[in-house]
């Protein structure tokens, strides 16, 4: 499967964007689960929200109440929404897609960066 990451950009504090990861190559239905992760410079890779083919979703900590997750299997397209956005959510985004025989996959990221 590739995955491409899309919805990226520069915005303000406070702010929203809407991420997308779209699927090709394969079904959405033989994805058990699909995530976003994000990474800053110098720090590791960390989990962002994932959301199974039984749309059952799991946030981060730092996000829970700001950031949705959510899929339109019609599309193959995972989203974000992402809301009240600060400095610290600065990072590149990636999607990761795991199958159902546990085979993931990453997307190439999207850079959001929130600055004033």
């Known amino acids: 499967v590739q995955l491409q990451a899309s919805g990226g950009g520069l915005v303000q504090p406070g702010g929203s964007l809407r991420l997308s990861c779209t699927a090709s190559?394969?079904?959405?239905?033989?994805?058990?689960?699909t995530g976003w992760y994000h990474q800053a410079p110098g720090n590791q890779r960390e989990l962002v929200a994932t959301?199974?083919?039984?749309?059952?979703?799991n946030y981060g900590d730092s996000v829970k109440g700001r950031f949705t997750i959510s899929r339109d299997n019609a599309k193959n397209t995972v989203y974000l929404r992402m809301n009240g956005l600060g400095p610290e959510d600065t990072a590149v985004y990636y999607c990761?897609?795991?199958?159902?025989?546990?085979?993931?996959?990453w997307g190439r990221g999207t850079q959001v960066t929130v600055s004033s």
């Open positions: 990761k897609d795991t199958s159902t025989f546990g085979y993931n996959s």
């Open positions: 959301i199974t083919r039984g749309n059952i979703t």
């Open positions: 190559g394969r079904s959405m239905y033989a994805t058990k689960t």
